[in-house]
């Protein structure tokens, strides 16, 4: 990502000598994390302000990257089922080695779906192609896609608060989420989903910042009257390449449709905005003229182009499941996919019964109800000092993470509100893609582990909540921190260190480490984290 933040409006007409009273105060004074309003009304085209430290801010990013993919890839080929998959691994990883002697697509058993798209499964072959068919090669690409979010949080971070050390923050606040390592270290479907989802939301961050750089050249160069609905703004590679990463979620697996849905309404209020701020005379109107149809390609023909490029290997397939169950290719394409969608449509626990370790939507901002990947005991398991081991994988969201995320939603919906603090809506519209439309269907049988791509953008919230409770800095003036600001550092420094402490004490449960049976009780902190 570059290196500028999306944090304020900068009034791209010359200075006077007094600022007039309604003008936002200078970046050194305003709360850090926590720039202006949604925009600034007015002839201001809302160009943000860059960050001083650029070469800190990318060793920061790297160096936390490094850090997480250390422990992310530590003793990954373990645990596994006698050498086999565990859990929902044991779909997707024998599909991905097909995929390897089958020239992309999986073998045709003739009487069973394949009810995921392929781009995840060949990303899994991959791994195994480079390492070979055990623990470790199923799970590497899933685990360097969990490490390269870690790398995109924090840039992310830095260019919504303009703070490194903010960003910084971000990236261990994801290195220690329970969920996103564990998730990260098994051979299935969602840190790649994650990934694209995360790596989309950055790219639409650039587009933003993008588009206001290019207004506020318009207007600095008195452009903005030529037609009232201002100017044309060109290609847009940012958010094109949005909908690619979109698009490849979605070939990943069905549910980036949302994010589609959710960052297209986005960046079409952030047009609006731009051209509102920039002194645009028919703003609305100027957005539907100019800036709709290009948003519709960028994020709604190219995603779907993306998504039947992820099916080459099918279509030049004579064997793969349904391909000529209706002659044309595209027509078996789409009969297959009506396939697919009747058995997801189909699975509720009404009709299936309930899954021991499934939960539903209202559960998961505080991952009430987490997930038992693996589970060994008895006079094999050995190292842990006692008779008998326990060894467990558990996806579960640390308590100092996910306890608090109702009261920080709640703040930052207020924000959003109240401050118009596109921030805030931005997270907040990444995290309800991932939740509220798994609402609609309460009957499905649903998982914990449908929250990986949601995870990052609870970070985000807690980050931007930290900058609220960090407050004003005085950047650049040789003074002691003020009390308020001394007594933000000490609660955002008790609340990461609670976190790294509560991830450190999981840590058993989240990568299979031998415990006692004693340990193994502690462990579990509700009645519903036990089976």
Not at 320 to 345: K, N
Request: proline share 8%.
């Amino acid at each position: 990502m570059g290196d500028g933040t999306a944090s304020g409006a900068v009034d791209v007409r010359p200075r006077v000598a007094s600022r007039p009273a309604d003008e936002e105060p200078p970046a050194h004074v305003r709360p850090l994390g926590l720039p202006p309003p949604l925009d600034t009304p007015g002839r201001a085209a809302a160009l943000p302000p860059r960050p001083e430290d650029r070469l800190r801010g990318w060793v920061v990013a790297v160096l936390l990257a490094l850090a997480g993919g250390v422990v992310r890839f530590a003793n990954l080929g373990f645990p596994t089922d006698a050498g086999t998959p565990v859990f929902d691994e044991k779909h997707y990883v024998p599909q991905a080695w097909q995929m390897l002697r089958n020239g992309g697509v999986e073998d045709n058993p003739g009487y069973a779906l394949v009810v995921h798209p392929p781009l995840g499964k060949q990303l899994i072959a991959l791994g195994e192609l480079v390492f070979g068919y055990d623990g470790f090669g199923w799970r590497a690409a899933s685990a360097l896609a969990g490490t390269l979010c870690i790398l995109l949080i924090v840039r992310i971070a830095r260019r919504l608060t303009g703070s490194t050390l903010l960003a910084g923050i971000a990236g261990v606040l994801l290195i220690v989420d329970g969920l996103s390592h564990v998730q990260s270290r098994m051979g299935m479907l969602d840190s790649f989903a994650a990934l694209f989802v995360l790596a989309a939301f950055a790219t639409l961050l650039c587009d933003r910042d993008d588009v206001r750089a290019r207004m506020a050249l318009v207007v600095a160069e008195g452009r903005v009257d030529e037609s009232p609905y201002g100017p044309r703004l060109g290609v847009r590679w940012w958010r094109f390449a949005t909908g690619v990463l979109l698009g490849s979620s979605c070939a990943v697996k069905w549910s980036g449709a949302y994010w589609v849905i959710a960052f297209g309404v986005l960046t079409i209020a952030w047009d609006i905005t731009a051209r509102r701020s920039a002194g645009v005379q028919r703003p609305f109107a100027g957005t539907a003229v100019r800036d709709l149809g290009p948003a519709v390609w960028a994020l709604g023909v190219a995603p779907v182009l993306v998504y039947l490029a992820s099916w080459w290997a099918w279509f030049g397939s004579e064997t793969a499941i349904e391909r000529h169950v209706a002659g044309d290719a595209f027509l078996s394409l789409l009969h297959y996919t009506r396939e697919v969608l009747a058995f997801h449509e189909g699975l509720t626990t009404q009709a299936s019964g309930q899954h021991e370790w499934e939960s539903k939507p209202w559960t998961w901002p505080m991952a009430l109800r987490p997930m038992l990947y693996y589970y060994a005991s008895g006079p094999d398991v050995t190292g842990c000092g006692a008779p008998e081991c326990v060894s467990a994988v558990m996806l579960v969201g640390p308590p100092a993470l996910w306890w608090p995320a109702l009261p920080v939603l709640a703040f930052g919906l207020w924000r959003a509100v109240t401050r118009r603090d596109w921030r805030w809506a931005a997270v907040l519209t990444g995290y309800a893609a991932g939740v509220l439309p798994w609402l609609a269907n309460v009957d499905r049988q649903m998982y914990l582990f449908y929250m990986t791509p949601v995870a990052p953008f609870l970070v985000l919230a807690i980050v931007l909540t930290m900058g609220a409770i960090l407050g004003r800095g005085e950047r650049g003036r040789m003074q002691p921190p003020s009390e308020r600001r001394r007594t933000g550092l000490l609660v955002v420094a008790l609340w990461v260190g609670i976190a790294v402490a509560n991830f450190a004490w999981l840590w058993p449960i989240l990568t299979g480490v031998p415990i006692t049976h004693e340990a193994w009780d502690a462990q579990l902190w509700l009645p519903s984290w036990r089976p």
